[in-house]
Structures are given as C-alpha cells and as structure tokens.
C-alpha cells in the first residue's frame, strides 16, 4: 500500500465499503484530482464490511421514500452489475421472510406493501405449501418470496475497490487512523495521523464505528452517537446445512430497525444463525450518553432476551428452530461476530435512516447501518452529489 500523502484534493476516511465506493465515485467523476483513503486497519474491509449476514438486500423493508429504501432497491442492482464485471462471486439465491403464526401474517402483508412500493423486483407470496417448495425444511402458516436478494462477500467487494482505485492512480492508505481535525484558515481540512498529517481540499468520513467521535472534532453535534451492538454468529455443522438452501428470515418486529436472527447461507457455502444483537460500549461515555439510557428504559425487554441469546446456544439455536425443526442446539459450532455501528439520538431513538451531514469543507456518513453494504455503490453517488455542489 501507498504512503501517506501530505495533500490531496479529496481525502475519505475509512475503508469499508462506503468510503471505497466514495473514492471510486470521486475518482469517476474528477480523474484528475488527487484522492486518497485513509484506514486505520492494515487492510482494507475489516469493519462492519468484513463480518456481517452477507447478504444482497433487496429493499423490502425499508419506508418508502426513505435514502434506505430508494438506494438499497438502486444499489443493490449496481452491486450485482458491480459483481458481475469484476468476477466476485455472488448468488442471486433468493430469500425467505417467514410468518410463523397467523398473528404475523398482518405484518407480513405490510412488508409485501412496503417491497412493492420501492420497487422490488419478483415478490411473491407463498402459502404453507408452496414455502416447502422453495425451502423443503422449514415451516410456517405463509412466507414472502424474494427471488431477487442474493449473497456476496462484501469484504471482497471492498477489496476489488481498493485494486481498481489504484489502477486509477489513487491511493489507498492502511495503518492510517486518524487521530485529529482541523479546518485551517484557507479552508483545508487537515488530518492528523500516526504518520503525520494530510491536507485535504475536501475530506469524506465514512469512519463507521467512529464516526461520530470525528465529526465532533470536525465541529459537528455530538448528537447522534453512535452506539455499538454485537451482533454474534454461529456456524451450522456442515453435515446439516442442506437443511438451509439459501436465507430464512422471521418477520421483523417493525419498532426496531434490526432484521431478527436468521438463517443465512454464505457465498463459501457456510450456512450461519444470527446475529444476536448486544448493546457493546466503546467507552464509559457510550453508557453514560442520556440516548442510552433512554434507549435502555424503553427496550430492557428486547435487551434481555438478546443477553439469553447471547450467553445460551441453546436459546438461540431455539429461534431457528421455529422456522427449521429439525435444526438442534448440537447442529452450531464456531461462528463470527460483527459490531454495528447505530446510531442513538439523545431521545434514545435508535436512528433508523442513513444520516449524512456537513462540517466545513467535509462530510460525514453518521449512520450507515444494514442494508448500507448493498446501497454502498447508489449512496456513494448521493454523497458525491453533494460533493458537486459543495465543490462547485
Ligand atoms: C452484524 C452485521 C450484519 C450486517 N448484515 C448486512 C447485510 O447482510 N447486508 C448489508 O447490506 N449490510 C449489512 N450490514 C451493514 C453493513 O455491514 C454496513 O452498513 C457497511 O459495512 C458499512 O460500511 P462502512 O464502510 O460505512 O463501515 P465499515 O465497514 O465499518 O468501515 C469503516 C472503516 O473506517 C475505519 N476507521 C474507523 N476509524 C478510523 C479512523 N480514525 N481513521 C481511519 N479509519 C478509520 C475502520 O477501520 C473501518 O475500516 C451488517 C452489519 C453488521 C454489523
């Protein structure tokens, strides 16, 4: 990898998918500036990008009209197209969202509404019968049929990036944290690092897990703060995983902005249950932060039941046999965990969309959860956008 520059025009901060797909969007749009990008890992794609379900969402979810909504449905056809030119391998496996009870087939049409709202391609409702056609093990009273929703390794995603940037001459900077911000007088943004400082014309953070701490020394509101969460993995044993042919989903409890734990098959062939999803302080000040206290007096329930998931196999094993039983605690070994990077208001509201604000001379991604990987290549654009004009 490149060593640090001392000035360029454009300089992005993070390499995850999010600040890779920036940097290449700037380098499409300006290929003759000077970018570069800063990570503090020694590779690129070991955040969020590196240990995540893995999956190509489609746009199901999210509230039409929402920066979710439109650009997971956009993003995720450029990924595919993305994948397909650059030889990643991927699968258009399709994906199951289960109700299990009548009582979850209301929210089950709502999800269908929403789908067909933004646009998703190829949704289709299945009864009791015709969900054993698609997912011969698992069970349920109905099911929505995602043909569309696939599976990649986005860390290798971000790596592809990472070559193709600096086939265009830009570069790619590991080891490079960065520790403070400035904004001198003639409107440069100076970042310091281990290594020394950078100046850049314009800067983009797309710091995940820190971005709120270095939007704050840019000169940005503490509010939100980004709030960890765990979310751990298990491994079904390979012998059982013909049990999952490709991604089971429960149907998500609407007031929180995680999917549920689910059974999903990786593009190696592994088949994982998770992730549970455990609050995971960076510091003393995460707990102290007034959001997170609210936004534990509100959600102590879910708080529990996610601690039982976390510390007992057998609890969380148990949840994917409510949509596959056949599947035993003895059928999981090993696994993974991925940290999310959520933000919380002071009001303890879990922010649900993805945030994007302004400092002098820079932006930064302040929430970029899931589906933000599949949404990296069209949410990469609307930050250059806005680039365009503040550059203009
Ligand atoms: C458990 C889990 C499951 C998920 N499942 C999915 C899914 O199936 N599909 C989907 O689309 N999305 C999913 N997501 C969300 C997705 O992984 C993220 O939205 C996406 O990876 C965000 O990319 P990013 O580049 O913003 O963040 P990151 O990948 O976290 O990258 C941020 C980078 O900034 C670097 N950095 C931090 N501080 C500094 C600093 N001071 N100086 C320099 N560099 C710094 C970090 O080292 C890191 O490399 C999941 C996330 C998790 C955690």
């Not at 990786?266 to 997170?292: E, Q």
Request: charged residues 25%; glycine residues 10%; aromatic residues 6%.
């Amino acid at each position: 990898m490149a060593g640090t520059p001392a000035e360029r025009d454009f300089v992005v901060i993070g390499g995850g998918i999010l600040g890779l797909a920036v940097a290449r969007e700037l380098s499409i749009r300006w290929p003759d500036r000077g970018i570069a990008v800063l990570e503090r890992e020694s590779e690129v794609g070991t955040g969020q990008t590196g240990a995540n379900s893995g999956v190509i969402h489609a746009g199901i979810y999210y509230k039409p009209g929402s920066l979710k909504a439109r650009l997971c449905v956009t993003g995720a056809r450029e990924l595919y197209s993305y994948c397909e030119r650059h030889s990643i391998p991927h699968e258009r496996c399709g994906k199951l969202i289960i109700a299990r009870h009548p009582g979850e087939v209301v929210r089950l049409d709502e999800l269908e509404r929403r789908g067909r709202e933004n646009g998703v391609i190829g949704l289709r409702r299945l009864d009791a019968d015709e969900l054993k056609h698609v997912e011969p093990h698992a069970r349920g009273v109905a099911a929505l049929d995602s043909p569309f929703t696939g599976i990649v390794d986005f860390a290798a995603v971000a790596r592809s990036m990472a070559a193709g940037l600096q086939d265009r001459g830009a570069e790619v900077v590991t080891s490079c944290g960065i520790e403070d911000v400035r904004v001198e007088e003639d409107q440069r943004v100076v970042l310091r690092h281990c290594q020394g400082e950078t100046r850049a014309g314009f800067a983009v953070f797309c710091a995940g897990a820190a971005a709120d701490r270095l939007a704050v020394k840019a000169g940005a509101s503490p509010d939100p703060r980004i709030v960890p969460f765990k979310g751990t993995y298990m491994y079904l044993r390979p012998e059982r995983s013909h049990l999952v042919k490709s991604l089971i989903y429960p149907v998500p409890d609407p007031s929180l902005p995680f999917l549920g734990v689910h059974l999903s098959r990786h593009i190696d062939g592994r088949v994982s249950l998770g992730p549970s999803a455990l609050l995971w302080p960076r510091d003393v000040g995460d707990v102290l932060w007034p959001g997170t206290l609210r936004m534990a007096r509100r959600w102590w329930r879910t708080g529990r039941a996610e601690l039982r998931h976390a510390l007992r196999k057998e609890t969380f094993a148990a949840a994917a046999a409510h949509y596959v039983p056949e599947l035993r605690p003895e059928d999981f070994e090993g696994g993974f965990s991925g940290v999310r990077a959520q933000a919380v208001g002071r009001d303890g509201r879990l922010v649900d969309d993805f945030v994007v604000s302004e400092t002098p001379r820079a932006l930064h991604v302040r929430n970029a959860p899931s589906p933000a990987a599949t949404s990296a290549l069209a949410l990469a654009r609307m930050i250059c956008d806005r680039v365009e004009a503040e550059v203009a």
